[in-house]
């Protein structure tokens, strides 16, 4: 059976990509979906099981479509149903980082020995996607390349049709580091998060919104932007710095450690952690710790990545990017880094080493002119902290009027990122002008698939 949905303007370039799910991965949902390798998103099995009972009264399969992430775009069909005269792709939509580990001995064991088969005879190629984590190679993900590996030959698969597209960009030269003979793809997928998703970002295609957003402090704590939702330890540490520096007061920061993972909910934990960074934050940080909430527009409980409040970027001189991951064996770029971009705002980021070089690659500019930027490229967390830290002290006596200047001076960086960033989004329009949000995947299918 072949699946097709019309999208809401018809893209042509992918309608010749052939996709196969697996049927049992619908039809006996007592099977565990981290222990899948099929068609459908690996997801949590109560979440795909509720899914199943909502939609129940939908005909089947049309009740799998939100399942199969690029329906509407590719061809899907059952894997018992592919035509002998195709070439298809067989997508494992990865959503949990522990996938690798968890399913460490399973393997390619659930994949169906018609695929295997087709596999082999270069009929078919596995893509394992995890587009939206860059975790793999980093602490706790560090075997991941390695897992693929055994999977690969346990299976005897011919490598060069097994790949894996993840969200680190320099995955592709950790695996030439781990001389892994499948092919694997770094990719920058969340551009598209921030672009009209959610009613609060319509502001971005107003006319009047295609400048950078202006300047315009009401206070004095108007030196820069900390949002941070999931207080990761790196953020914790950063904001006990800027306690410690007199910083705080200084600009708009959110932590919510209601939220927080299980390693901040314990205090005496905590402060070993601390400790182990640097003995002398360790109040600053308990501080923290005691005084959980500090929301600046809403609660920061939800996942706020499609969030974006242009006030709080008109209200501040530089955002400081926090982003996911700061494990140097991994560059990563979230939707955090996107939304200074789109908004035409200066930035500092708080990541691995080499981010920076990276937007760089990617066209982008970055503002050496104003910052230190060597903390891209620093031994230790605490030297990156450092660097940022003595360029906000840089500023941090300047008058509104005299940083209003400054942000003058970078507001051709600022449009050029903005305009960077505006054509990239433009190629991932569909004909009516609506967003394809899956399409930095898609283009990677099709880059795939019509290099057979």
Not at 5 to 17: L, S
Not at 256 to 276: D, G, Q, Y
Not at 327 to 346: A, M, R, Y
């Amino acid at each position: 059976m072949e699946l097709q949905k019309q999208p809401n303007g018809f893209v042509k370039k992918y309608e010749h990509i052939n996709c196969v799910f697996e049927d049992l991965v619908f039809k006996n949902n007592k099977l565990d979906p981290d222990c899948i390798n099929g068609g459908a998103n690996t997801i949590w099995p109560h979440h795909l099981r509720e899914w199943l009972e909502i939609n129940e009264e939908l005909p089947y399969p049309f009740k799998y479509f939100s399942i199969l992430p690029f329906c509407g775009y590719v061809k899907y069909y059952e894997v018992k149903e592919i035509p002998d005269s195709i070439n298809y792709l067989y997508i494992i939509n990865i959503s949990n980082v522990t996938y690798f580990y968890k399913n460490s001995e399973i393997g390619f064991n659930n994949v169906s020995q018609r695929v295997i088969q087709d596999v082999k005879n270069r009929k078919a190629k596995i893509i394992l996607l995890l587009a939206s984590e860059g975790t793999s190679c980093t602490q706790g993900c560090e075997y991941d390349l390695n897992i693929i590996q055994k999977w690969v030959e346990q299976a005897e698969l011919p490598g060069d049709m097994v790949y894996y597209i993840n969200g680190n960009l320099i995955s592709q030269e950790k695996a030439q580091q781990h001389n892994v003979s499948f092919k694997v793809e770094g990719l920058s997928s969340f551009e598209t998060w921030n672009y009209e998703t959610s009613p609060g970002l319509r502001w971005n295609r107003d006319d009047n919104m295609k400048n950078i957003v202006e300047f315009k402090p009401d206070s004095a704590n108007c030196l820069y932007l900390n949002l941070n939702r999931i207080p990761r330890q790196h953020r914790v540490l950063f904001l006990a710095e800027l306690t410690n520096k007199n910083l705080l007061n200084r600009g708009l920061n959110s932590w919510n450690l209601r939220i927080a993972p299980n390693l901040l909910t314990s205090l005496e934990m905590f402060k070993h952690v601390i400790r182990l960074y640097d003995e002398n934050v360790v109040d600053a940080a308990v501080h923290l710790f005691n005084n959980p909430v500090y929301i600046l527009d809403t609660d920061t409980g939800p996942n706020l990545a499609l969030n974006l409040n242009k006030s709080l970027y008109e209200k501040t001189f530089v955002s400081i990017i926090s982003e996911t991951l700061i494990d140097n064996n991994s560059v990563f770029l979230s939707e955090k880094i996107w939304k200074p971009i789109i908004t035409g705002h200066p930035f500092m980021v708080i990541g691995s080493n080499g981010l920076l070089k990276k937007l760089k690659e990617f066209g982008y500019k970055t503002f050496d002119r104003w910052f230190d930027e060597s903390y891209d490229n620093t031994g230790t967390l605490k030297e990156k902290f450092a660097v940022i830290l003595n360029n906000l002290k840089k500023y941090k006596n300047m008058s509104i009027e005299e940083l209003q200047r400054v942000r003058l001076e970078m507001h051709e960086t600022c449009m050029h990122n903005k305009n960077l960033f505006t054509e990239k989004i433009n190629s991932m329009l569909d004909p009516n002008g609506n967003i394809i949000l899956n399409a930095p995947s898609l283009n990677a299918l099709l880059k795939i698939y019509d290099n057979w």
